[in-house]
């Protein structure tokens, strides 16, 4: 009979193994301990429901540069002997999840435990050539646990005031690549805080030394400084989208923008909201009120921030916004993301799709309010970003026409001015079957063509296009409100009434031998010479037959064979 054996592994190598191919940036470590703190005084907040109050918790780093250490302290749950070994002496074994997993449903939403995978705690080996944990849990001795993470793991009964963890990493020698003594700098941790840990919900306390103006030389003329060591809470613990919209004044939100996108300026809209359903969310949304820098080179990257229950989680998370909408910034927060298990990305497209297709659907429905009720401030949007709008026209092989096409604003011979489609088609004339558009470099160059003058005469409106993009909009979105967009200087128009049609054609006869006599001068130069009525001012003009216009050769013409 053969006898099951268990398989042993070279924990040393393994865990080597896994740390390093998990993680990209050794600096999350601090991310994950402190998830740990908040886990582990969730824990005993819950366990304690009623009896206690959240502001006698806290999370509290000491960097200690002597002893070449950093420590980190909670008065959460702690660990009794057999937790820390199992928790700790097993690689992915998450006491976390087990103790979610026990919790009713309707606990699970009051606490935001962060931990699932079991292995995030060893990521501080990743800095520390050795670690001390001692822990204690309340009524039940404190325990020392201590591991070089070569050669397992040693314990001992110790010493702790009250329940709680203490965490102490003796950090690795400084290389070349790595220079580890930076986890002991205040600056360094403060901005790891502020970019991983800034909503963990309990505070995180750190001293640190700050020069003050002494007291007694407050009001002199030369105040005197003195350094002096503050205890300071490192995290904002809740994040100005959790906070309640109607509590949040403008400033809050422009000053939000302005310290986590890099703008110098106020946003020219804030879009803030929540979705409940399957992937539940909060985004917060700006669009910028001018074109950010770098915008339209090769390695501008859209997207936005991703936290997982409050987590910073990435930068740039480009699924969540269409191409169309990669001028918006801001964040999303999930608590239903499934991530993998470095926590740097996650397991689902599905749940970013779904995200994704909300925004989507709110920022145009807030562009659409704007154009609506405020045409002032859309109009400013647009000569920002309406370009952005046209290619999600025509982007997409037009699948998402539908999407843009009220959105968009064209120049009118109409006063000049910018109009919608829906503007155009409600103000055509009776028998007007088509939408007259005609493209050139501007405006005014437009403005003087022939065919322009007679449009305008007769009454008709016309759409100027001046942008590259605009004829290829036209050709995808081919009709609107079942009107078919014509370019008035392709082919012919249908522009005369019964009574001028009978006119030009008794001209034509009239002129039958003249109108030969051209075309068999002009030969080879043109295809068809033609009395119009086209023209009012002008005695002749060229006009492109169907197919591909003046305006679209050029551009084709332009194009980087
Ligand atoms: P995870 O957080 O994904 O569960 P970790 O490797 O980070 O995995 O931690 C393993 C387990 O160790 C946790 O689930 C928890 O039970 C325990 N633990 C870690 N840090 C602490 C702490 N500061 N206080 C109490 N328990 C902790
Ligand atoms: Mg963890």
Known sequence: MTRKKQFKAESKRLLDLMINSIYTHKEIFLRELISNASDAIDKYYYEHAGHVSPDQFEIRLEPNKEARTLTIIDNGIGMNKEELEENLGT??????????EQMDDESKNDVDIIGQFGVGFYSAFMVAKDLVVISKKEEEPAWRWESDGESGYTMEEAQRDGHGTTIILSLKEDTEEEKYSQYLETYELKELVRKYSDYIRYPIHMNVETSKVKEETKDSDKPEYETVIEDQTLNSMVPLWKRQKSKITEEEYNQFYKDHFFDFQDPQ??????????????????????VPQGFYQQDYKKGLQLYCRGVFIMDHAEELLPDSLRFVKGLVDSQDLSLN?????????????????RIEKKVLSELTTMLTKEREEY??????????????????????????????????????????????????????????????????????????????????EVLYLTDEVDEFVMNTLMNYREKTFKNATQGDLDLNTEEEKKELEKT????????????????????????????????????AGEGLSFEMEKVFANMPG
């Open 379 to 460: 109009e400013k949007f647009w000569k920002e970003f309406g370009i952005n709008l046209k290619f999600g026209v025509y982007n997409n092989y037009g699948m998402d026409k539908e999407k843009f096409q009220d959105l968009l604003l064209f120049y009118s011979s109409k006063e000049q001015k910018l109009v919608t489609l829906n503007e155009y088609v409600n103000r055509m004339k009776e028998d007007q079957k088509d939408i007259y558009y005609v493209s050139g470099k501007d405006v005014a160059l437009i403005d003087k063509l022939p065919i322009v003058q007679t449009l305008k005469k007769k009454e008709f």
């Open 269 to 290: 809209r804030v879009i803030h909201f929540s979705v409940e359903g399957n992937v539940s969310f909060t985004a917060l949304l700006y669009i910028p009120s001018h």
């Open 91 to 100: 690689i992915a074994k998450s006491g976390s999840l087990a103790f979610k």
């Open 508 to 543: 034509k006869e009239d002129n039958k031998d003249l109108l030969e006599f051209m075309k068999e001068s002009l030969k080879d130069k043109v295809s068809e010479v033609k009395l119009s009525n086209r023209l009012s001012e002008d005695p002749v003009c060229l006009t």
């Open 341 to 357: 298990i470095s926590r740097e990305m996650l397991q689902h497209d599905h749940q970013l799709k779904a995200i994704a297709s």
